[in-house]
């Protein structure tokens, strides 16, 4: 019996690295979305992301108010106040806000790993207006993302 759980246990490991590699594969070569739950601001459909407009609206407050000074906790706070839900119908966290700053998917690009590649969606925020967060992010003390090119 142990014998036969150790091998079991070997091929799911194998498994594991096959996926893995396959997926580091796709994301080399510029293969489409790569297993991720649906960032908030879009919707999924055939394939492909795209843009819900009443969450679009928020992605844009919240890199505005960034960039004109609120902190991470005042913009959970302010989206908290006003009941506005997160993707899975709870509450902001600083976190979820700063995940939200830092994705380069909401200027048109995937990532996985260390892997950032153009996406066919369309995107919420400007390159210029993503690479400005990076800075202000960096001016905060903060670690920012890399970012973009043009």
């Given at each position: 019996?142990?014998?036969?759980?150790?091998?079991?246990?070997?091929?799911?490991?194998?498994?594991?690295?096959?996926?893995?590699?396959?997926?580091?594969?796709?994301?080399?070569?510029?293969?489409?979305?790569l297993g991720f739950n649906i960032p908030y601001g879009y919707y999924y459909s055939d394939g492909f992301l795209y843009i819900n407009k009443d969450e679009a609206i928020v992605i844009e407050n919240i890199y505005t108010w960034y960039k004109n000074g609120r902190s991470l906790g005042e913009i959970a706070k302010m989206l908290n106040d006003e009941k506005i839900p997160t993707k899975k119908e709870g509450i902001w966290a600083k976190k979820t806000v700063s995940t939200i700053l830092k994705n380069p998917l909401y200027c048109g690009y995937l990532h996985w790993q260390e892997y950032v590649y153009k996406s066919g969606h369309r995107p919420?925020?400007?390159?210029?207006d993503f690479n400005e967060i990076q800075d202000v992010i960096a001016e905060r003390g903060g670690r920012p993302t890399r970012k973009l090119e043009k």
């Open positions: 019996m142990d014998i036969i759980q150790r091998i079991a246990q070997l091929e799911s490991e194998q498994i594991g690295e096959r996926v893995y590699i396959g997926m580091e594969q796709k994301a080399k070569t510029n293969g489409g979305v919420i925020v400007e390159i210029a």
